[in-house]
């Protein structure tokens, strides 16, 4: 069974960091690529950013690059998204999604499996 477990949400001032964590299992990790999507209320759902485990690729949205890093740590089936310098406008729940292409795409409807999402807060 594919499992995809966020984690590492929570509050934050503006200008503050979290780092968010995906833990995967049911699929051959190396295979595929790992995106971070997220959805503010009212919102649509937005890709902000993806790494292949295949070719190591990654993608970001402008409005994260420079301030979002994203990495793959394969002997953990883990995927990491560092946020700095975190803004109001990045509030939203962030959910981890499986491409079994290994693209690295911010591309939603590419994505297979899907997490619960994690909830991020970034007060002004």
């Known amino acids: 069974e594919v499992q995809l477990v966020e984690s590492g949400g929570g509050l934050v001032q503006a200008g503050g960091s979290l780092r968010l964590s995906c833990v995967a299992s049911?699929?051959?990790?190396?295979?595929?690529?790992i995106g971070w999507f997220r959805q503010a209320p009212g919102k649509e759902r937005e890709g902000v950013s993806s790494i292949s485990n295949r070719d190591g690729s990654t993608y970001y949205v402008d409005s994260v690059k420079g301030r979002f890093t994203i990495s793959s740590d394969n002997a953990k089936n883990t995927v990491y998204l560092q946020m700095n310098s975190l803004k109001p406008e990045d509030t939203a729940v962030y959910y981890c999604a499986a491409d079994t292409w290994g693209r690295s795409t911010g591309r939603d409807t590419l994505f297979d499996y899907w997490g619960q999402g994690t909830q991020v807060t970034v007060s002004s």
């Open positions: 049911g699929f051959p990790f190396d295979d595929y690529a």
